[in-house]
């Protein structure tokens, strides 16, 4: 991890040929370069041996690949993995990055901002307060450098920070990730979260192909106001009419994510509500259980509950899943891990 050098991880084969024409190096080493990090995920210049050992020794008085280690980790006795890595938008910040396997699946969870803006009361990194945004390749890095790189099946960018206030970066992993010259995944192994910020969350209906979530947690407006103060400028009901606009009846899902509070979201007032919320829009809702986070009071919902709640939605049209919970044992909630190192290091 070298700082004072720029990182070719991120770039396109694009910005890759203005990065060697600057260099004087022919206009071919654009596309090797392209190769080592996307096909082969090289992890030093070095590595890219078809390339003069002379251009290699140029290249690498100003850039890097930018393959940034994690510099610590958690590890769940369910295999879950909690890494945390060093990100380029502030000296001594970190994010939180997890690993997920389960069975033939092995799904990443990706941060795109240091903190966030959204204050959730259930969400430790809204209490971190927000840092600033993670480049593409801080990003990027996340699944680049991870240990278990090789194995995974499916990206979600469900970890700290909104997606849609930093969609630019977003959109670029994206389209580095399912380009035929970058990972040539599917979209449909990715999925972006959001809240639902109106305009930004348009623009990613309408550039992406990828699977979208939105961060329900109560169809009410006044209750989903307290949990989420971003409903005031961004309603649920005005986010819900947006999704109507698309097609998800087809490979691309649309999926609502809903953590349960015991007696206070999760009654048949609520499913009802969720009902008819989402009535005539091809979905799935995500009940998710409570990880406690420091400072907020809020009461996890029993399984018996969740069962209700999950069998009422999907015996009145509305496809519903418990996610299974991972990682108890660690850090589970996104932002403690991040929270406990930077306490440490004060």
């Known amino acids: 991890m070298d700082i004072t050098k720029k990182r070719l991880l991120g770039l396109t084969p694009t910005e890759l040929k203005t990065v060697v024409a600057e260099f004087g190096m022919p206009a071919f080493t654009a596309k090797q370069i392209t190769q080592w990090l996307y096909e082969k995920h090289a992890k030093s210049i070095d590595e890219m041996t078809n390339i ?10 100003e850039y890097e690949v930018g393959a940034w280690e994690p510099i610590d980790c958690q590890r769940s006795i369910d295999g879950t993995v909690k890494y945390l890595f060093p990100v380029s938008c502030g000296e001594g910040k970190f994010v939180e990055t997890v690993y997920i396997p389960d069975g033939d699946r092995a799904t990443i969870c990706v941060s795109c901002q240091v903190g966030c803006k959204m204050n959730c009361l259930f969400c430790q990194t809204g209490k971190q307060g927000w840092e600033g945004n993670l480049t593409v390749a801080d990003i990027l ?3 680049y ?4 790189a090789e194995t995974l099946t499916n990206i979600v960018f469900m970890g700290q920070g ?3 206030d930093n969609l630019d970066a977003i959109l670029r992993v994206c389209e580095i990730m ?12 990715i999925t972006v979260s959001s809240v639902g910020v109106r305009n930004k969350l348009k623009r990613y209906l309408d550039e992406s192909d990828c699977h979208v979530a939105i961060s329900m947690h109560s169809p009410l407006h006044e209750q989903r106001l307290q949990l989420m103060p971003a409903e005031k400028a961004m309603p649920i009901e005005e986010t819900v009419e947006l999704l109507r606009q698309y097609d998800f009846s087809h490979q691309r899902r649309c999926s609502f994510e ?3 509070f015991g007696g206070l979201n999760d009654t048949m007032e609520h499913a009802k509500a969720i009902i008819n919320l989402v009535k005539g829009l091809e979905c799935r809702v995500n009940l998710i259980r409570f990880h406690e986070i420091p400072d907020a009071k809020l009461p996890g919902a029993n399984e018996t509950r969740m069962e209700q709640l999950r069998d009422y939605l999907t015996q009145h049209g509305v496809f519903t ?3 299974a919970s991972r990682g108890q044992d660690i850090f589970a909630a996104c932002g403690l891990l991040s929270t406990a190192h930077q306490n440490k290091k004060e």
């Not at 003069?52 to 008085?61: H, I, T």
Request: aromatic share 10%; net charge positive.
């Open 162 to 164: 909104e997606p849609m």
């Open 321 to 323: 899943t418990i996610r």
């Open 258 to 260: 809903y953590i349960c």
């Open 52 to 61: 003069s050992k002379q251009n290699r020794m140029r290249l690498a008085e």
């Open 141 to 143: 890095n996340q699944i």
């Open 178 to 189: 399912t380009a035929d010259w970058g990972y040539q995944w599917s979209p449909k192994r």
């Open 145 to 148: 450098a991870m240990p278990e």
